[in-house]
Nanobody
Framework: QVQLVESGGGLVQAGDSLRLSCAAS????????MGWFRQAPGKEREFVAA???????????YYADSVKGRSTISRDNAKNTVYLQMNSLKPEDTAVYYC????????????????WGQGTQVTVSS
């Protein structure tokens, strides 16, 4: 497992942009698929995006339909950090955003992720 710490959340207006960061501990960061999930009040935790790295193909990224085209997930293995850049934010993007890590390939299923951060609140006002 890795230790994960998110940052970058806040209160923004609709249409604004925000970049979330997730710093990970451990020396094998590059071996993990890194994902972002979110949970709005009264709703289940849902997949947002994931990134998987390998030395032959670099980053492979995956997005939920709800954020595709508005968000970009990226990772810096040298800094043990994964980012989620979110643009054109909408009020429905309001949620606590969690960073997560898993071994092996990517998944939209939160239960398959082994490590979780504490979450960072994103609030988008209309």
């Amino acid at each position: 497992q890795v230790q994960l710490v998110e940052s970058g959340g806040g209160l923004v207006q609709a249409g604004d942009s925000l970049r979330l960061s997730c710093a990970a501990s451990g020396r094998t960061f590059g071996d993990y698929t890194m994902g972002w999930f979110r949970q709005a009040p009264g709703k289940e935790r849902e997949f947002v995006a994931a990134v998987r790295w390998n030395r032959w193909n670099g980053d492979s990224t995956y997005y939920a339909d709800s954020v595709k085209g508005r968000s970009t997930i990226s990772r810096d293995n040298a800094k043990n950090t994964v980012y989620l850049q979110m643009n054109s934010l909408k009020p429905e993007d309001t949620a606590v955003y969690y960073c997560a890590a898993k071994s092996g390939g990517w998944s939209t299923t939160s239960a398959l992720y082994d490590s979780w951060g504490q979450g960072t609140q994103v609030t988008v006002s209309s």
